[in-house]
């Protein structure tokens, strides 16, 4: 899906997360404010894992530029 462009990756994500969004609400006895607290706490993970990333690679970066 590489060659697919981020326009498109998008509405495919958010087509997804409203299926999934729709199947637990009909499915399960969850609260909105659950839900809501559930997406907050995977916000919250996904920069978390995006600034380890971000640091991983500058870190990275350093040690290329001292071996030269």
């Known amino acids: 899906m590489g060659d697919m462009?981020?326009?498109?990756q998008i509405e495919l994500?958010?087509?997804e997360l409203?299926?999934?969004?729709?199947r637990y609400s009909?499915?399960?006895d969850l609260t909105?404010?659950?839900?809501?607290?559930?997406?907050?706490?995977?916000?919250h993970?996904?920069?978390y894992s995006a600034i380890i990333d971000e640091e991983g690679d500058?870190?990275?970066?350093?040690?290329?530029e001292e071996t030269i």
């Open 5 to 8: 462009k981020e326009s498109k």
């Open 13 to 15: 994500f958010t087509d």
């Open 18 to 22: 409203d299926k999934l969004i729709g």
């Open 26 to 28: 009909s499915e399960f």
């Open 32 to 43: 909105v404010a659950s839900m809501v607290g559930v997406l907050h706490v995977k916000i």
């Open 45 to 47: 993970e996904l920069i």
């Open 58 to 64: 500058e870190d990275e970066e350093d040690e290329e």
